[in-house]
């Protein structure tokens, strides 16, 4: 199953890698201009996708300026300012409020969260930059048809590297 499981990931890694790429380059461009003003890049995101931000935070490898979002206000938010927003699908209430404020306070944002349904406005809507963990369903099948193994925080850790490893060529650029 481990296999199988590996096997899937890869395929995941890859439409990611081929779908997303511009996107990625994007998100870089966007939080590197925060970190070359002196600004933040705060990190917001729902349930187990918080995992990315201990990474961007407290990792081997921080994110130069991120901090995580804690404040109900965005009073203390400066020009230079940017975030980036983690969850599951673009199907969580409390994320797409948090964006919807964010887009009327004319705040400049990523998200990042697999596309579950179309028919609603999300974050994806108000985002500056929107990736798609390509993620509906599980990877793996089981005896009844049904899917498991739904690996959304790996996703999203796969995308913030990538954003992470773009966004530090760009200040290498800029030497900073």
Known sequence: MLKMFS????????????????AIEDSSRLLAQAIVSDGKVYFYATNEMAGVIRE????????PSAEE????????????????????????????????????????????????NTGIKS???FADVAIDLKLSKGL??????NRYGYPSLIAALFVYHGIK???????KEYDI
Do not use: H
């Open 7 to 22: 096997t899937q990931l890869s395929g995941l890694f890859k439409r990611l890698l081929e779908k997303e790429e511009e």
């Open 56 to 63: 961007a935070t407290r990792g081997m490898e921080p994110m």
């Open 69 to 116: 979002w804690t404040s109900s206000s965005l009073d203390l938010i400066t020009s230079n300012d940017r975030f980036i927003l983690f969850s599951r699908t673009n199907d969580e209430e409390e994320i797409n409020s948090f964006a919807k404020t964010l887009y009327d306070a004319q705040i400049p944002f990523v998200s990042v969260c697999s596309i579950t």
């Open 123 to 125: 974050m994806l809507d």
């Open 140 to 145: 793996l099948p089981d005896d009844e048809g």
């Open 165 to 171: 490893f773009t966004t530090d060529e760009i200040l």
